[in-house]
């Protein structure tokens, strides 16, 4: 069953790189948008060079370099620029003017450093401006957040299936309602976190760029955390006892507001994890929102026909089929977020950048897999898929060979 879901997933991306190429067609001046990409590309490259020459203490060589960026390279790309995007072309432009006047002036590389960075932010946006999305990027991006979102709710429905169904067989229809009240308190509270998120965050005393790389290691420790208990299932078992331990205790007091507490304490939890997978989603797929709605509805959709199944219906889900499919997924989403955090790391300059000389993916792509053209976060992906190759030759293959041991030294000894 893995091998097929990943045998598809491979295909599904192989797919995706060739539908999610970028256009070429021929820009006003003869310039194609695929060459101006092209000298985006080189455009960052001096960009790295002139912030290592300042690093170095080599000031009239970076000044040097941040003019040939612009004169040999960035020029080329205004004439399409402006045809897609003329305020973003002469704020880029500025920002180039910007930056080599403080190196003229000899303003501290601290400063110099902070323009550059919003340069890298203004070189990304262009090549956004002149990227057709094509097909691939919307639609693995819209695929993670249903999966972000049907994931998370299929626990809460699992979880509220054993919350009502104790309920009841306990003959204790009454506790029924302020648990649902704590349920519909925490889908709230879990709206308000996912549109607060991002203010709450912009008013933390730390860059951008960093903030978001933190919340995407964040979300991918707790997607890690996820992946391996969604093979085990043991943590999902004791978090089912822990929450029923809790139903019991606030039945025998008989408060309604112990009741709610459990319902919301139940749900949120899954709820806070929504959000923050859904921070960093929103972070890294700028130009695809709307396909991160369409992930939602979709999600929303799939959810109410779930839900009805188990508490209309009172039929049982293929929960083993679902979370052999959830994990492989899970562990995908997990390695693009990764390869995002450690890019803007590097545009950040937490990490410097060592840019590779191989083929790149188109802008959308690569945000919606996290496979970007440098070695940090190529060499972080490939370090995290390994561990979940291991982790999964572990479980399916080396762990019941062990646990069978025992019975099979028994029948040779019986025999």
């Known amino acids: 069953m893995v091998r097929r879901l990943l045998l598809l997933i491979v295909l599904a991306l192989g797919a995706a790189l060739v539908i999610g190429a970028p256009g070429t067609a021929s820009a006003a001046g003869g310039v194609s948008r695929g060459d101006a990409i092209k000298q985006l590309d080189t455009t960052r490259q001096s960009v790295d060079e002139t912030l290592a020459l300042l690093k170095s203490g080599n000031a009239q060589e970076a000044l040097t370099k941040a003019k040939d960026g612009y004169l040999s390279h960035f020029e080329l790309v205004e004439t399409p620029l402006r045809v897609a995007d003329n305020d973003l072309t002469i704020t880029t432009e500025f920002q180039f003017a910007t930056i080599r006047t403080a190196i003229g002036d000899g303003k501290p590389v601290d400063v110099i450093r902070d323009e550059i960075i919003t340069l890298r932010n203004l070189l990304d946006k262009a090549e956004r401006a002149l990227t057709d999305a094509g097909v691939g990027a919307p639609a693995l991006v819209a695929g993670q957040s249903f999966l972000i979102l049907f994931r998370e709710g299929f626990e809460i429905v699992l979880l509220l299936s054993v919350l009502l169904g104790y309920l009841e067989a306990a003959r204790s229809p009454q506790f029924i309602k302020p648990v649902l009240?704590?349920?519909?308190?925490?889908?709230?509270?879990?709206?308000?976190?996912?549109?607060?998120?991002?203010?709450?965050?912009?008013?933390?005393?730390?860059?951008?760029?960093?903030?978001?790389?933190?919340?995407?290691?964040?979300?991918?420790?707790?997607?890690f955390y996820?992946?391996?208990?969604?093979?085990?299932?043991?943590?999902?078992k004791r978090w089912m006892e822990f929450v029923r331990a809790r139903l019991w205790s606030a039945i025998s007091v008989g408060s309604t507001a112990s009741l709610m507490a459990v319902g919301?304490?139940?749900?949120y939890r899954e709820g806070f994890e929504t959000a923050l997978f859904y921070q960093s989603l929103m972070s890294f797929g700028e130009g695809l929102g709307w396909y991160i709605l369409l992930g939602v509805a979709l999600a929303c959709v799939a959810l109410a026909g779930v839900a009805y199944v188990v508490f209309k219906l009172g039929r049982k889900l293929p929960v083993r089929t679902f979370m052999n499919t959830a994990v492989v997924m899970v562990m995908i989403t997990s390695i693009a977020f990764l390869g995002n955090a450690i890019y803007t790391l590097q545009s950040a300059d937490v990490i410097t950048f060592r840019r590779t000389s191989g083929p790149r993916l188109p802008i959308f792509l690569a945000e919606a897999t996290g496979v970007w053209p440098t070695r940090p976060s190529l060499l972080a992906q490939g370090a995290l898929a390994l561990i979940y190759v291991f982790g999964a030759v572990f479980q399916f293959v080396i762990k019941p060979r062990l646990a069978n041991r025992p019975s099979r030294r028994l029948a040779t000894a019986s025999s």
């Open 181 to 223: 009240m704590g349920v519909g308190l925490a889908a709230v509270a879990t709206v308000l976190t996912v549109l607060l998120m991002p203010t709450i965050f912009g008013l933390l005393p730390i860059g951008r760029e960093v903030l978001e790389a933190v919340t995407a290691l964040v979300a991918v420790a707790v997607l």
């Open 264 to 267: 919301f304490t139940a749900v």
């Open 226 to 236: 996820v992946s391996f208990w969604l093979i085990a299932r043991l943590e999902h």
